[in-house]
């Protein structure tokens, strides 16, 4: 099985900082990054001490890296998909992931219950 998350954005210098703006000027939003990085775009320091104990294997990707597999099993961005037997679905939509911004061991937790 394979789990990989999809922000609301895209890579790249030129789509960090559009998503920078973005988010600065209030009309870019995702809880994806929120829960990652926050204002921090080497990633915080809350979000890489949750991944030093958590067993889980997260691949995190931007929409524009995504495959179009992946983006078909998604209902909305930021999303969780998982790969299994060949077949991606999602296993935590926008709102879910919303509710784990600023805690990301209870989210690291909750992905490794769901797979």
Not at 50 to 58: F, K
Request: net charge negative; proline share 3%.
């Amino acid at each position: 099985m394979s789990l990989v998350g999809i922000y609301d954005a895209d890579g790249g210098l030129s789509g960090e900082v559009r998503y920078a703006i973005g988010k600065l000027l209030g009309r870019g939003k995702c809880a994806l990054c929120d829960i990652t990085h926050g204002w921090n775009p080497m990633g915080s320091r809350s979000w890489k001490q949750a991944c030093e104990v958590s067993d889980v294997e997260l691949d995190l990707v931007h929409r524009d890296q995504a495959t179009a597999e992946q983006l078909a099993a998604a209902t909305g961005l930021p999303t969780i998909v998982r790969q299994q037997d060949g077949q991606w679905s999602e296993l935590l939509t926008t709102a879910e992931i919303a509710q784990y911004v600023g805690t990301p061991t209870q989210f690291l937790e909750r992905l490794d219950e769901l797979s």
